[in-house]
Nanobody, 115 residues
């Protein structure tokens, strides 16, 4: 059974930084596309950033230049480095791994940006 465990969320002041991590218990992790999504109260879940199994990345315009997604296939881990955080980045952040028709989600980690 695939299990994704996110960590690294918390409360940070505007302009601050956080790094989220997601550990994935999957076989052949390197074959999966991976990504980070977020959902703020009252909003739909939205893509933040994704990285393919070949290393190509796609980052939402709202976070471009501030957030960086990366993966470590040797550790089955996905990262999201978040800099220059804004109050509007406050949300529950989920990691996702997908391969073909399979799609798996973590439980989420809360990020709150407030002074």
């Amino acid at each position: 059974q695939v299990r994704l465990v996110e960590s690294g969320g918390g409360l940070v002041q505007p302009g601050g930084s956080l790094r989220l991590s997601c550990s994935a218990s999957v076989i052949f992790f390197n074959l999966y596309g991976v990504g980070w999504y977020r959902q703020a109260p009252g909003n739909e879940r939205e893509l933040v950033a994704q990285i393919t199994n070949s290393g190509s990345t796609n980052v939402a315009d709202s976070v471009k230049g501030r957030f960086t997604i990366s993966r470590d296939n040797a550790k089955n881990t996905i990262y999201l480095q978040m800099n220059s955080l804004k109050p509007e980045d406050t949300a529950l952040y989920y990691c996702n791994v997908h391969f073909g028709s399979t799609d798996h989600w973590g439980q989420g980690t809360q990020v709150t940006v407030a002074s």
